[in-house]
C-alpha cells in the first residue's frame, strides 16, 4: 500500500497568514492526489483535485501543487472560515487518506 | 440536487455484521464512471478509505479490511450497501458514504452527512 504523510500535523496562524502544508506519498503517484478540508462535525469538502485542479466554487486563495511524491496545499491568505483540519488523498492505487493537518487560530 | 444519505444500526454488539446502506439521489448509479465509496472516520481520527463501486461494477476494498467487506449496488433503488464482518470496538466511527465523480482522479465531490456507530456489548 501506498503510505502518505503529512506535515506539520498542526500549525498555529493568524488571519491574513500564508499558510503551506506538504503531503508526501511513499512512493510516486503522479498527480494522483486531492485534498479536502473538514470542519468539526462535518463531513470533508474536495478543495484541489488532480494535485492543481481547483474545485469549483472554492475560493483561489487555495492552491495545490506538486507531483511524484511531494505536494503542497497553500493558502495564500487564511481567512476565519479555514481553520479546520486538511487531509490529502492519493488515488493512485487503493485509496488512502494522510492523517490530517490541523490549522487553528494562533 | 446531489444528496447521500447512510443508514444503519447506531449500535453493534462485538463480533456482529454491520450492515449500512447509503441512497442516493440526484444522480443514477449507472452513470457512467461515477462511484460511490465508503469511508470511515473514528473520534477524533483521520478519515480511512474502506471501499468503493463502479458504475461497472468494478468494486475495491481497502487492503487492510478486505477481507471483511462486501460492497454492492442496486442501481433500481438508488442504493449503494456495504457490509463489514466481526466488528469490534475499534471499529467505532462514523460511517460517510460519498461519491467519486468520474474524472478520473477518484475525487469525492458530494459526501453524506455520515452516520456514528458504535461497537460495544
Known amino acids: 500500500d501506498i503510505q502518505m504523510t503529512q506535515s506539520p500535523s498542526s500549525l498555529s496562524a493568524s488571519v491574513g497568514d500564508r499558510v503551506t502544508i506538504t503531503c508526501r506519498a511513499s512512493?510516486?503517484?503522479?498527480?494522483?492526489l486531492n485534498w479536502y478540508q473538514q470542519k468539526p462535525g462535518k463531513a470533508p469538502k474536495l478543495l484541489i483535485y488532480a494535485a492543481s485542479s481547483l474545485q469549483s466554487g472554492v475560493p483561489s486563495r487555495f492552491s495545490g501543487s506538486g507531483s511524484g511524491t511531494d505536494f503542497t496545499l497553500t493558502i495564500s491568505s487564511l481567512q476565519p472560515e479555514d481553520f479546520a483540519t486538511y487531509y490529502c488523498?492519493?488515488?493512485?492505487?487503493?485509496?488512502?487518506f494522510g492523517p490530517g493537518t490541523k490549522v487553528d487560530i494562533k | 440536487q446531489v444528496t447521500l444519505k447512510e443508514s444503519g444500526p447506531v449500535l453493534v454488539k462485538p463480533t456482529e455484521t454491520l450492515t449500512l446502506t447509503c441512497t442516493v439521489s440526484g444522480f443514477s448509479l449507472s452513470n457512467a464512471r461515477m462511484g460511490v465509496s465508503w469511508i470511515r472516520q473514528p473520534p477524533g481520527k483521520a478519515l480511512e478509505w474502506l471501499a468503493h463501486i463502479f458504475s461497472n461494477d468494478e468494486k475495491s476494498y481497502s487492503t487492510s479490511l478486505k477481507s471483511r467487506l462486501t460492497i454492492s449496488k442496486d442501481t433500481s433503488k438508488s442504493q449503494v450497501v456495504l457490509t463489514m464482518t466481526n466488528m469490534d470496538p475499534v471499529d467505532t466511527a462514523t460511517y460517510y458514504c460519498?461519491?467519486?465523480?468520474?474524472?478520473?482522479?477518484?475525487?469525492?465531490?458530494?459526501w453524506g452527512q455520515g452516520t456514528l456507530v458504535t461497537v460495544s456489548s
Open positions: 488523498q492519493q488515488s493512485y492505487s487503493t485509496p488512502g
Open positions: 460519498a461519491r467519486i465523480r468520474g474524472s478520473g482522479w477518484l475525487e469525492i465531490d458530494y
Open positions: 512512493q510516486s503517484i503522479s498527480s494522483y
